[in-house]
């Protein structure tokens, strides 16, 4: 065995300690994917997708090089490890593995442009902020144009550190938006209920409630409601367990608007300015960005 000192770079992953927290940015990484997409010369651009985009339902040329596309999105898929705010975008570029038509390929750039504008980005874990779990979840409703499916995200929160993120296309239809963000509450709730459990592992005690956070009212009604009607009979009982958890006091729910829903950057494209002052609630730094 040899001691190598301090961790300063680990697959792809640079890591900065500082005396109160733990800077994770990925530059080389974002550099040779930009060198690798020959774009080293092109503008930057301040987000990574278009908003209102139609890339779902796209009718554009096949792309000439499906295995480049395949390679430029794996390695994207690698970098939302440190960049949550990638997730969507990485997300949808995903589904056209298969099959990428033009426009996906102009958009896989597109993000790629944005990497040049976020070089030192990465995200802070705080060894001061409290102990303390927070999610925030939401849903896109119907946002598959061909199975109809849902889109779910949501990040967890350990005081000011981003823990865990995803999105994710949910499982089932859901019949209203009201579902949809019920089946993405109880997603996240289960998330935190695992997380919960490895902190305990590791000695780190958490006995008060875990707020969990969505900008849907009727989804939270449909937890505080112990009467199933015509609205919720139809949905799995497995996710009615969220109701047993807030009742027990193992989770609180909480009500935020929408402007300051922070997964409501996993699911869907946003404008400028609403894109960067969700980013920076994410616990993303940028080093390199004037302040």
Known sequence: MKDLGMLKYFLGIEVALGPDDIFLPQRKYYLD??????????????????????LLDSKSAPHSDPAQYRRIVGRLVYLTHTCPELSYAVNILAQFMQTPLTDHWDTAQ????????????????????????????????????????????????????????????????SLSSAEAEYHAMAMTCTELLWLKEVLQFLGVDHSQPMCLSSDSQAALQITANSVFHERTKHIESACHFIRDEITSGTITNAHIPTEEQLADIFT???????????????????????H
């Open 110 to 173: 597109r993000l790629v442009r944005y990497l040049k504008s976020s070089l030192g980005q990465g995200v802070v874990l705080s060894s001061t902020a409290p102990l303390q779990l927070n999610a925030y979840c939401d849903s896109d409703f119907n946002k598959c144009p061909s199975t109809r499916r849902s889109l779910t995200g949501y990040i967890v929160m350990l005081g000011d550190s981003p823990l865990q993120w995803k999105t994710k296309n949910q499982s089932r239809v």
């Open 33 to 54: 994917i930009v060198d690798e997409c020959g774009l080293s010369g092109s503008c930057p651009v301040d987000t990574p997708m278009e908003q209102n985009h139609t």
């Open 268 to 290: 869907k494209a946003l404008g400028c300015d609403q894109f960067k002052y969700l980013r920076s609630k994410l616990g993303v730094l940028n080093l390199h960005a004037p």
